[in-house]
């Protein structure tokens, strides 16, 4: 019997899920060089359509994807369903899509818990219609930082409201906003993990910029990890998963939904590819472990609570002190 398994009262071996340090250590053991080949296998190259940083909108679903280029055998979530049904399910730690983890049940034995896979429905619909799901990713405390300090930096300022005294004139929610899983349908109250990158009036990621059909981030060399490694994750528990579920898989690597799967790819920049996400494998998982340790609830504070790895916070990134 290993680390993972139990007995139940009638004998039967049974499989437990796997810890969130048992998960690491599998990150921390995964081989770039093998990552890079399943890359590579599968092949991606960025059209910069902008899908991956744009609200998703009523009806994108019933256009075709370019994916492999052979449409004719693309569904029409673009997923090719010959290769959906040779996908099998990870029995690992539960991960929701759109760049989110579930972290409910990692602090389950804790006094109080916020189930955030029940309010999964829950999005930020304050400035976009029923029909749009804002764009949502995963963006950690320090990766808040870097873009604050990276979007001063830049000349014509996109995000930016401060009052140049000096100070950084990037604000926390400039950057970042509550994942909205777990928070009321007016976003005014609710308890939440993990943050994500701040939207526009439209949806789309404020960074996000397009000109004659071309998109482009504004913030590129400062992109969090989720961003950077675009469409692929690795099958661990604990990690994210983006866009939903996966279109096709090599390894341990997952694809999800993008028009540039299925093109050639170097090999220099499959190894690149590789290298930064076993760097955020690793990165989640220990953003996990840390979330985990410093959860405590809040009690009745008022509005809305963040938790995450550093503790609880205000939307404005500010600590609470229980």
Not at 112 to 130: F, I, L, W, Y
Not at 204 to 227: K, M, N, W
Request: contains cysteine; negative net charge.
């Amino acid at each position: 019997m290993n680390d993972t398994d139990t007995t139940d009262l009638n004998g039967t071996e049974q499989e437990e899920t796997p810890s969130l340090e048992a998960e690491l250590a599998r990150a921390k053991s995964l081989s770039v060089e093998s990552l890079a080949d399943a890359i590579e296998s599968i092949g991606f190259e960025c059209t910069r359509c902008g899908a991956c940083c744009t609200a998703h909108h009523e009806g994108d679903d019933e256009q075709k994807s370019e994916y492999n280029d052979e449409p004719d055998s693309v569904n029409a979530a673009g997923s090719d369903t010959s290769r959906d049904d040779n996908l099998k399910t990870d029995n690992s730690v539960s991960t929701v899509d759109s760049g989110h983890v579930d972290h409910s049940s990692q602090i389950a034995d804790q006094t109080q818990t916020v189930d955030n896979e029940g309010q999964k429905e829950h999005h930020d619909m304050t400035t976009q219609s029923a029909s749009t799901e804002p764009h949502t990713a995963t963006v950690f405390p320090d990766e808040i930082r870097e873009l604050q300090t990276a979007t001063d930096d830049i000349g014509d300022d996109p995000v930016a409201t401060g009052d140049g005294d000096g100070q950084a004139s990037t604000e926390w929610r400039d950057v970042a906003r509550p994942m909205p899983y777990g928070l009321d349908d007016e976003n005014e109250t609710g308890t939440t993990f993990e943050w994500a990158l701040q939207t526009n009036a439209c949806g789309d990621c404020v960074f996000y910029d397009e000109t004659d059909g071309i998109g482009s981030c504004q913030a590129h060399d400062d992109r969090p990890l989720i961003c950077a490694t675009y469409p692929f994750s690795v099958a661990l528990g604990g990690t994210s998963q983006p866009m939903g579920e996966a279109v096709d898989k090599a390894g341990m690597v997952r694809a999800h939904e993008c028009e540039g799967l299925g093109r050639d790819i170097s090999r220099e920049a499959a190894e690149e590819l590789a290298a930064t996400l076993r760097t955020r494998a690793i990165r989640e998982l220990n953003e996990a472990i840390s979330l985990r340790d410093a959860y405590e609830p809040t009690g009745d504070t008022d509005g809305i609570v963040v938790h995450d790895s550093e503790g609880a916070k205000r939307p404005d990134g500010t600590a609470i002190d229980n």
